[in-house]
């Protein structure tokens, strides 16, 4: 309060002269220890200048001793402390490290990976069936890419042309058209410019990649850039679409002519490779020693040797060889079937090797499939050749492989001399195959001959059991169809044109026929099961009719 600061000036005083007293008694002391630095020192000041110092006090008065109320004039003034700064806080410090500190410069992974995240998020959001901010994330991943420049590779630039799973890419996106106006976005032209960014070389080192990437994708994925639109419309993006343009133009021209270099390389070296060939020809000619000279005929012996000559070159086959003479004619194999068929119409030969078959070989694997033993083939059919009736009665398999059985059922098929469904019928069964119409198939196999029918009747039932047991020999009815079928339709004049085209057909055609006989079959089977428990049931019924007449 006012009333306590006249006795506050006057303690201040006191001790202020307190103060000055000690002072000059250390002044005194020191030079009487030191005469000649105390005669050294300045002079005092003078009042005026003790007055124009501040004052200890603070008040602006002059100090007095407090023995002789004189000015002091050993007493120094007070000087006021250097104000240093206060010390910053933890978080301050902190702050001005964050801002002091150098960034580091990210690492190459660093870019890639977080401009495949950047890819992420364009491609989330330049989804046409989402309302986003499709402007503002291209701008967004247009100056990041171009600030970073990172190094993607192939993969990931087609992911950002492409898209990914169920998401449209950056190529869909040139090509968005809005559903009200039907017309093109901003946003579209907005990605068309992009495109060109990323694919213009004068923008970054990177467009290289980006172009092959590019020039890869197929012509029909540019049609999805809509780029005939973005000239004509005023929203498209016409200076990006005729740069796009221009440079699949330039791809085009400049892959023609590589690919016409290519072919130039290839006759070239076609060419020279040839010349080499000839030269070698050449050479291998002239180091070849001439021939022997032809030795002169002896005199009664030139007509042999001429007939023996004239005999190898014009070798005969088999059927001419026979007609002379030269060989026995066979009495099974490669005949007629109306003269080797039996009562029933089919041959001793297919009878007995189906019914050993049936007996010991219908769950064996790869039967038909497996090739068996071309000598024991041979010798059986000798047998069935060469021998009497009673001698063909008393062939047995026993011993024989299984697989030589069935290679001998083939063979006599192979080598009948018109096929079991004659060559008159192959063209009609085959249209009718192409044109689906399987009931005109059916007529047709059974307007062939009665023992050729019969044959037929009697193969087709035994392969239509062996398919019974497909889950353990392997042989399903399109497997034994390959098998059978080539011998069994073919046409009279076979060529490599003809068997390429129609095999794929004769295989359907004979599928056909065995699943209708395993149908066949089974419907057999089904109404003899019901025949069989009618007649228990009625035999039970005249069972307990008789115990109740009992």
Not at 477 to 500: G, H, M, S
């Amino acid at each position: 309060p006012p009333r306590c600061r006249p006795r506050r000036r006057h303690r201040r005083a006191a001790s202020g002269s307190r103060r000055a007293e000690r002072t000059a008694s250390a002044h005194t002391s020191t030079a009487a220890a030191h005469p000649a630095t105390t005669a050294a020192s300045p002079p005092p000041r003078s009042d005026r200048s003790r007055s124009s110092a501040p004052s200890p006090l603070g008040c602006g008065a002059r100090r007095k001793d407090s023995a002789s109320g004189s000015p002091s004039s050993t007493a120094r003034p007070r000087t006021r402390r250097s104000q240093q700064p206060r010390s910053l806080s933890q978080q301050q410090q902190q702050q001005q490290q964050q801002q002091t500190k150098k960034k580091k410069p990210k690492s190459g992974a660093e870019n890639v990976e977080m401009a495949r995240a950047m890819i992420q998020y364009l491609l989330d959001e330049l989804q046409p069936s989402l309302r986003t901010k499709k402007k503002d994330a291209i701008t967004t991943f247009e100056n990041y890419f171009f600030r970073t420049k990172p190094e993607l590779t192939d993969k990931d630039i087609l992911r950002l042309y492409m898209g990914g799973k169920n998401k449209q890419g950056l190529l869909d996106g040139c090509g968005q058209t809005s559903w009200k106006s039907f017309k093109l976005k901003k946003a579209a032209a907005m990605s068309l410019g992009l495109l060109w960014r990323l694919m213009d070389e004068q923008e970054h080192a990177g467009a290289v990649h980006f172009r092959r990437v590019f020039f890869g994708l197929s012509s029909s994925h540019y049609k999805v850039l809509k780029l005939e639109r973005h000239l004509q419309e005023a929203r498209g993006n016409r200076a990006a679409a005729k740069c796009i343009v221009n440079a699949i133009r330039e791809n085009d021209a400049s892959v023609a002519q590589r690919e016409a270099l290519r072919r130039q390389q290839e006759e070239e070296n076609a060419r020279k490779e040839a010349e080499k060939k000839q030269q070698a020809e050449a050479a291998a000619q002239k180091r070849k020693p001439p021939p022997p000279a032809a030795a002169k005929p002896v005199e009664g012996k030139g007509g042999i040797m001429d007939m023996l000559a004239k005999f190898f070159s014009r070798r005969p086959d088999r059927h001419e060889l026979e007609k002379r003479g030269v060989l026995r004619k066979s009495a099974m194999f490669g005949q007629p079937l109306e003269k080797i068929a039996g009562p029933d119409g089919v041959p001793k030969v297919v009878k007995m090797c189906i019914q050993f078959l049936e007996r010991h070989s219908v769950k064996e694997r790869g039967l038909f499939r497996v090739s068996g033993d071309s000598v024991e083939i041979q010798e059986l059919r000798k047998q069935f050749d060469f021998g009497s009736p009673e001698q063909i009665d008393q062939i047995s398999f026993d011993d024989c492989n299984q697989h030589s059985v069935s290679g001998l059922l083939k063979l006599f098929f192979r080598e009948m001399p018109e096929p079991l469904l004659t060559f008159e019928r192959y063209e009609g069964c085959v249209d009718a195959c192409r044109q689906e119409q399987f009931s005109k198939i059916f007529e047709l196999c059974d307007s062939i001959p009665r023992c050729n029918r019969a044959t037929l009747h009697f193969l087709l039932d035994f392969l239509a059991r062996v398919s019974f047991h497909s889950a353990v020999n392997m042989m399903t009815t399109k497997n034994l169809a390959i098998v059978f079928a080539p011998n069994l339709l073919r046409p009279k004049v076979e060529t490599y044109d003809i068997i390429a085209r129609d095999t794929p057909v004769t295989i359907a055609v004979l599928d056909h026929l065995l699943r209708r006989r395993v149908d066949a079959i089974q419907a057999d089977e089904q109404s003899k099961q019901q025949a069989a428990q009618e007649q228990k049931q009625q035999q039970q019924q005249q069972q307990q009719q008789h115990q109740q007449q009992q």
